[in-house]
């Protein structure tokens, strides 16, 4: 069985207050009652082996306690007991018994502060076998669910094994007593456990907060019946019987005077995620991570073609995300309907390594490895295909690429060469830095800002270093962090923070939340270590409301001309739209190179027109000669040529 993943404890890690606005949240307050065994006040609801069970249900479970006495829970992972006032609260989501549907919850429990987070229970072996088989084990007697093994039958406990999406499942705290799970079932029930610790003693009222999170990805909707929880003042819990929650399990019931959650539930905002690259040696995922409520959004989108051995991931001005492969693999992704398209680009020489935009423009820039001076080829993504390729000297070994607020692009080495150069290939410039230990994995910018942070494995602590492009001046160990033990990628993210993912494999894939400001650690767990490698992480500052599909390149033109034509200074590009379109004006030389990019937002239908002033995008003045247009509103093409004369 494999399961993704125990988070752990993350004492002294900053608990964002990501649930002050609450009415966003389908927030249940779950009165406990108060902690002393309470007379079994069940009834059966008559379930049989032949009653249907009911539709998909999320039921909630307050098991036994311990006081003074204490309790040793080192088999179930939880060490340096024996424990003093902890309890269990078992959770558990079923189907309807023919399996013939397939649901999914996603929730965010937050715990009162005062409570920490012991560990969880996972195992279906503890928790009371893989089978349908009666078994009923220790650990049932340790949690209070009683000795009768025909009280306790189901099969397909735990983490479900096989079948269904179960790679996609998770659990693991945020901080000491907030954590968030992912469970899936095509057959019988998952479930699991999470231990607390009172502290020093049992709570009167104790209640804890639920939020139901919708990604839509572990296998289908929110339960249909919506979450029930144990009610003292109505013995019938929906979903009680031999399939379900017995009287013997019901040791210390869960009581509740709210009604049950709605089945709707908080929607997946790709503006507020970030977006990590994973490969398996078979198909490529993107995952996302919800940084307001930190929510795990695995297997997002599957990349299956055309793309082995991912090494890049970026955001594009237009909304999409871009992936490129080490051999030419190239893949549009439409981060809001989850959709997909690939092609392939070619394998020029040498070995594609990192992929970046440039704001203020169309363009993606791959940086490629072909060792000796690292090449960065340009690619217009509406196409898609290259359009220019040029050099970039100094850095020998590039770890990543990223663009600067001074409309630079910015290429990092493994040992320390950090090197700039223009987007249509002028200027230029490197500078050597010397780090105190380890290599650069990756590097960032952040949005109006003149810093970028680099990102460096010293095989122990991992760190990240600021770069001043003003002053050229650099300062190690702004944060310094562990795990993950092999950081791979950083980004900034929605709210200006800092986000780092580790490789995963043989190390988990440690998420870290990094405060740009300070260097604060706000983050960290282990919760995103799903199978394979992790490789890249970026994030999504517009969304698109275009379909990938018609995002490939269509043969529909335009009406168009340019004059004056030959111009002394300036060319107004004129053009007919047939309905109101976006539109993007671009100018080449006549190598093909990107001279000036003119965005000119959505227009309506009719001639419409986009004045060059014969300058490039950095403002200078360009030389006498032939030049290219390009209109590209939506799939609609048109391209002419001018005479620039001086």
């Known amino acids: ?90 959770f558990r989501l079923f189907v309807d018994n023919d399996a013939e549907t397939v649901d999914s919850f996603t929730g965010l429990v937050i715990l009162p502060p005062e409570l920490v987070i012991l560990g969880f229970v996972v195992d279906e072996t503890l928790l009371g076998g893989a089978d349908d088989d009666g078994l009923w084990t220790a650990s049932d007697l340790t949690f209070g669910i009683g000795g009768d093994p025909d009280r306790y039958s189901e099969f397909a406990r735990g983490f479900e094994i096989g079948g269904g999406v179960s790679s996609s499942e998770f659990i693991g705290s945020i901080d000491h007593h907030t954590f968030v799970f992912g469970l899936n079932v095509t057959d019988g029930v998952d479930d699991f456990r999470v231990i607390v610790d009172y502290g020093d003693a049992f709570t009167e009222g104790l209640a804890f907060d639920l939020l139901a999170y919708d990604i839509g990805v572990l296998g289908g909707a929110i339960p249909t019946d919506g979450i029930r929880v144990g009610d003292d003042a109505d013995p019938v819990v929906f979903g009680s019987g031999d399939y379900g929650e017995t009287p013997s399990l019901l040791d210390i019931p869960l009581t509740s005077t709210t ?32 940084t307001v409520y930190d929510v795990p959004l695995p297997n997002l989108v599957e990349i299956a073609t055309n793309l082995d051995n991912p090494v890049g991931i970026s955001d594009g001005e237009d909304g999409f995300l871009y992936a490129v492969g080490l051999g030419g693999g190239f893949a549009t992704i439409n981060p809001a309907n989850r959709s997909v398209v690939t092609q392939s680009l070619g394998d020029l020489a040498g070995s594609n390594v990192d992929v970046t935009n440039l704001a203020g423009t169309d363009s993606l820039f791959v940086i490629r490895d072909t060792s000796g ?5 340009v690619i217009d993504p509406a196409i898609p295909d290259f359009v220019d390729a040029f050099p970039i000297v100094g850095p020998t070994n590039p770890v990543g690429i990223t663009d600067g607020f001074d409309s630079r692009l910015y290429v990092l ?41 680099l990102l460096r494995d010293t095989s122990g602590d991992s760190e990240v270093d600021v770069y001043d492009t003003v002053s050229q001046s650099i300062s190690y160990g702004f944060s310094t962090f562990y795990p993950p033990g092999t950081p791979i990628g950083i980004t900034d993210g929605p709210s200006g923070d ?15 939340m990094i ?3 300070n260097g604060d650690v706000l983050v960290s767990h282990n919760i995103m270590d799903f199978p394979g490698s992790n490789i890249r992480i970026t994030n999504l500052d517009v969304l698109t409301t275009v379909d990938v599909a018609d995002h490939e390149p269509a043969a529909a033109s335009l009406r168009h001309c340019a004059v004056p034509n030959p111009s002394h200074g300036g060319v107004s590009i004129r053009f007919e739209l047939p309905v109101p379109l976006s539109v993007t004006v671009t100018i080449f030389d006549v190598q093909g190179r990107r001279i000036r990019q003119l965005r000119m937002g959505t227009r309506g239908p009719g001639w419409q027109s986009s004045f060059w002033d014969g300058r490039d995008q950095s403002g200078r003045p360009q030389p006498s000669g032939t030049y290219f247009y390009r209109v590209q509103a939506a799939q609609r093409l048109a391209s002419g040529k001018l005479q620039l004369l001086r």
Do not use: C
Not at 262 to 283: K, Q
Not at 373 to 377: K, V
């Open 373 to 377: 001076d690292s090449e960065i080829d």
């Open 515 to 517: 405060d740009a400001l």
């Open 259 to 290: 009604p049950p959650v709605p089945a709707d539930a908080l929607s997946y905002d790709p503006l507020a995620a970030v977006f990590i690259l994973r490969d398996t040696s078979g198909s490529t995922w993107v995952d996302g991570y919800d």
């Open 1 to 90: 069985m494999r399961f993704h993943h125990l988070g752990e404890d993350s004492h002294g890690v900053h608990n964002r207050h990501f649930i002050a606005s609450a009415g966003l949240l389908l927030a249940v307050l779950v009165g406990m009652a108060s902690p002393a065994l309470a007379v079994d006040p069940w009834v059966d609801t008559g379930f049989t082996e032949t009653t249907s069970r009911p539709d998909p249900d999320l039921v909630i479970v307050r098991e036994a306690f311990y006081g003074e006495e204490g309790v040793d829970l080192s088999a179930f992972g939880i060490p340096d007991g024996p424990h003093t006032f902890v309890q269990s609260i078992y």
């Open 498 to 512: 800092l986000h780092v993912i580790g490789v995963g494999g043989v190390d988990p894939a440690h998420y870290v």
């Open 413 to 453: 080495g493994a040992g320390g060469t950090l090197a700039w150069i223009y987007a249509d290939g002028s200027g230029g410039d490197a500078i050597i830095l010397s780090p105190p230990a380890g290599t650069y994995v990756d590097l960032t910018s952040l949005d109006e800002s003149t810093l970028l942070y």
